[in-house]
């Protein structure tokens, strides 16, 4: 990785009242930037953070401000990191987007006194590696670093209580638990356009080209269903690029014209376009994961299936939406009272003004 600048900006910035600041510890990710544009629009006390990038930025661009850092401004990653460990020790709270980078658990390890005001937003593969992962030499050292974290750790974040269970059970977690959707991609925007009429029943499968979707597993539950009228849309432009292709060669080996691999990024509101057209979505995931593209697709009135044994069902189904085991699947659209109910409840739990009043009760715990 090439490093370039010096991060002074940022040291300067936070040199005068660090002990008050929110320092923001995130893997560059698609859902980054868009994290950071929040933030900015909806607090006034923007400048209280500090945003510590880890990762590609040619990848995840993320625009420059007096406040973010990022990895490369360093002329080692060694330097990086010390100067990461200097933040922990000044800020005021922690907040950790994810906690699979394994330098950042082991800079936790030998810091134990800050891990009580570290607050770790759980995304999916952080969380569900110690039951997924193969169990190899490395796997075992990394979990002996990730539970001595994870079970000191003040404070979890997640939207599903399911998953905070889970990491008391595996991990011991003994943190306090904050209900937040956390990131703009997991809310419902209710202005999305109407969708285009068109011919036959549209499905999705899948969000990523992450194996964890078990795509193969998809397309045979729906063979049995190869005579009818429909399109198979697969989103494979996010994740294994050789998972993807072999994807798109079974699915087209499988459906023919009726399987179409969308394996270049769309813009948002041309992603959001295809949704509205999607009649049907159809997830196979073991673990919590593709949640925007679920809370969108109910939000729409979309027909979406997934697996009963994952926490993402227990958490639809205590909200009262409508949604169907994936073991059973037909081709029937949503009825319209079904669809009408998911998207009062998805404009009411997964809207701006909800997102903004979470934060806030994060951010001034």
Not at 58 to 76: C, H, K, M, Q, W
Request: charged letters at 25%; one cysteine or more.
């Amino acid at each position: 990785m090439s490093r370039s600048g010096s991060g002074q900006g940022v040291r300067s910035a936070v040199a005068d009242d660090g002990r008050r600041k929110i320092l923001h510890v995130m893997p560059l990710d698609k859902f980054v930037a868009p994290f950071i544009d929040f933030v900015e629009e909806h607090f006034s006390d923007f400048d209280r953070h500090i945003f510590f990038c880890l990762g590609d930025l040619a990848l995840y661009p993320v625009g420059r401000r007096p406040n973010t850092l990022f990895e490369s401004d360093f002329p080692t990653s060694r330097r990086a990191y010390i100067h990461l460990a200097v933040q922990m020790n000044r800020a005021q709270k922690i907040i950790l987007h994810g906690l699979s980078h394994m330098r950042v658990v082991q800079l936790l390890c030998m810091l134990p006194w800050v891990l009580k005001k570290c607050f770790w937003v759980i995304w999916g593969w952080d969380l569900y590696s110690y039951k997924l992962a193969e169990r190899t030499r490395d796997w075992h050292r990394r979990e002996l670093f990730r539970k001595f974290a994870i079970r000191r750790l003040g404070h979890i974040v997640t939207f599903i209580p399911g998953d905070a269970e889970l990491a008391r059970q595996w991990y011991g977690a003994r943190g306090k638990v904050h209900q937040c959707v956390m990131y703009p991609s997991n809310l419902f925007d209710k202005k999305l356009a109407s969708p285009e009429a068109h011919e036959g029943i549209c499905i999705q499968i899948g969000n990523s080209a992450d194996p964890d979707n078990e795509h193969v597993e998809m397309l045979q539950m729906l063979e049995r269903h190869r005579d009818r009228n429909f399109t198979i849309y697969a989103p494979l432009s996010y994740g294994d690029p050789l998972h993807a292709q072999a994807v798109a060669a079974a699915g087209r080996k499988m459906f023919g014209d009726k399987f179409v691999a969308l394996t270049e990024f769309l813009p948002l509101d041309d992603y959001r376009r295809l949704l509205g057209k999607i009649d049907i979505a159809v997830f196979n995931h073991r673990r919590q994961q593709g949640m925007g593209n679920m809370i969108t697709l109910l939000g729409m009135g979309k027909k979406v299936y997934l697996r009963t044994d994952v926490t993402p069902w227990q958490l639809f189904q205590s909200m009262g939406l409508k949604v169907y085991d994936n073991a059973d699947i037909d081709l029937r659209p949503l009825d319209e009272p079904s669809a009408r109910r998911n998207r009062e409840i998805v404009e009411r739990h997964f809207s701006e003004p909800v997102l903004v009043d979470q934060l806030r009760a994060i951010f001034e715990d």
